[in-house]
């Protein structure tokens, strides 16, 4: 099983705002670097996208170590809040409809596929390569033709 180490961002320009996610995946020399930039988002849909877009990358099962400065994405998955929110529906313990439902049910095959371990980076702290991903982020969140975030519905 090949092994990649990925690192991810999301940020957003207001929040709601035009944002933009990135994910930095390497494998042995190799280094692939994707960014994209949405219209209008949220923070936390940043974050979830820039995992998804590094998963959804890999063309066969690998073992992966994921840093994310996220605690969100990171604790949906360790914590079992994911599981939990099948469990119940997708329902939060107080009974409310799991905001980004759409995004979170896209990671469901690809936790299954893929063996992922998940670090958690402090933002803006100094780690290279989140800082690398934040600034890809931003840039990607100010350019031109921006993407519609499908399911988001602010």
Known sequence: MKHVTVFTDGSCLGNPGPGGSCAILRCGE??????????????NRMEMRAVLDALET????????????????KNA??????????KNGWKTADKKPVKNQDLWRRFIPLLAAHHVTFHWTRGHAGHAENERCDALARAAASGRSLAVDEGFDG
Request: aromatic share 10%; net charge positive; proline share 2%.
């Open 30 to 43: 190799a280094e692939k670097v994707l960014a994209k930039g949405y219209r209008l988002t949220t923070n």
């Open 58 to 73: 890999l063309s066969e099962p690998c073992r992966v170590d994921l840093t994310t400065d996220s605690q969100y994405v």
């Open 77 to 86: 998955v360790t914590k079992g809040w994911l599981k939990g929110w099948q």
